[in-house]
């Protein structure tokens, strides 16, 4: 039954995302300031088809812009900051999610960001290109790990979005994630609907810190929540 569940599922979310994703990138060309509105939109749809219920605790701070950290542990991470991010932004996002069709360009049209995690210099200029988006007040989301979670517990965390809030001065915005590994962890392919938690955390400031030491700060803010 779990697998007939799930496949009515996919094939209810892969209709919502093939009928209204070229309406997004039609509206990213010729009504671009519609594009964040459609992108919430998109991205709340498809949590509505998967039979999720998002339980939002916090709000998302008016100032700005941030670093938007939060765990990974599931292909629908990329669907949930959008639900709640105010104002533009963008990601980083890994180089092979460009290879999807429609996916691809809609990431694109985003200003995403891709990255190699296996050439260093090819990942220095990404955090480079999201530096200089921030200077132009975008949002930059990263997820810290670098790769979704196998186990349910936090990965442990990659430098690069460290060293970007530290060189850029930007104050980091962790936002914890409950459930979404219960729901679809990347080794099983079968869909279990459950609420899912988005918990928005206080800025942590990065001035007069060292890499490590907001490395260590936001760290501890996931393990806190039994994320280990």
Same mark, same amino acid.
């Given at each position: 039954?779990?697998?007939?569940?799930?496949?009515?599922?996919?094939?209810?979310?892969?209709?919502?995302? #093939?009928?209204?994703?070229?309406?997004?990138?039609?509206?990213?060309?010729?009504?671009?300031?519609?594009?964040?509105?459609?992108? /919430?939109?998109?991205? +709340?749809?498809?949590?509505?088809?998967?039979?999720?219920?998002?339980?939002?605790?916090?709000?998302?701070?008016?100032?700005?812009?941030?670093? #938007?950290?939060?765990?990974?542990?599931?292909?629908?991470? #990329?669907?949930?900051?959008?639900?709640?991010?105010?104002?533009?932004?963008?990601?980083? &996002?890994? /180089?092979? *999610?460009?290879?999807?069709?429609? %996916?691809? !360009?809609?990431?694109?049209?985003?200003?995403?960001?891709?990255? /190699?995690?296996?050439?260093?210099?090819?990942?220095?200029?990404?955090?480079?290109?999201?530096? @200089?988006?921030?200077?132009?007040?975008?949002?930059?989301?990263?997820?810290?790990?670098?790769?979704?979670?196998?186990?349910?517990?936090?990965?442990?965390?990659? +430098?690069?979005?460290?060293?970007?809030? &530290? *060189?850029?001065?930007?104050?980091?915005?962790?936002? &914890? %994630?409950?459930?979404?590994? !219960?729901?679809?962890?990347?080794?099983?392919?079968?869909?279990?609907? /459950?609420?899912?938690?988005?918990?928005?955390?206080?800025?942590? @400031? &990065?001035?007069?810190? !060292?890499?490590? @030491? %907001?490395?260590?700060? %936001?760290?501890?803010?996931?393990? *806190?929540?039994?994320?280990?």
């Amino acid at each position: 039954m779990t697998y007939i569940y799930s496949i009515y599922l996919y094939l209810k979310a892969s209709i919502f995302f #093939l009928i209204f994703s070229p309406l997004m990138i039609l509206s990213a060309i010729f009504m671009p300031t519609y594009l964040y509105p459609f992108a /919430q939109f998109l991205s +709340k749809g498809i949590f509505w088809t998967f039979n999720i219920k998002r339980i939002i605790k916090g709000k998302f701070p008016k100032d700005g812009p941030y670093i #938007l950290m939060h765990n990974h542990s599931s292909f629908l991470d #990329l669907f949930l900051l959008p639900t709640i991010i105010e104002g533009k932004y963008t990601g980083i &996002v890994a /180089q092979k *999610n460009f290879r999807i069709p429609i %996916v691809g !360009s809609l990431l694109k049209k985003l200003n995403a960001i891709p990255i /190699q995690r296996s050439n260093l210099n090819a990942a220095k200029h990404s955090i480079q290109l999201a530096e @200089d988006l921030i200077q132009k007040g975008f949002h930059i989301a990263i997820f810290p790990e670098g790769t979704r979670t196998l186990t349910g517990k936090i990965n442990k965390f990659k +430098k690069g979005g460290f060293h970007m809030a &530290v *060189n850029t001065k930007t104050k980091i915005l962790p936002i &914890v %994630v409950e459930g979404l590994f !219960s729901i679809k962890p990347k080794n099983r392919w079968t869909i279990m609907p /459950q609420p899912v938690k988005l918990i928005i955390k206080d800025p942590v @400031d &990065v001035l007069n810190k !060292s890499v490590d @030491d %907001v490395l260590e700060e %936001v760290e501890f803010i996931y393990l *806190n929540h039994e994320l280990k």
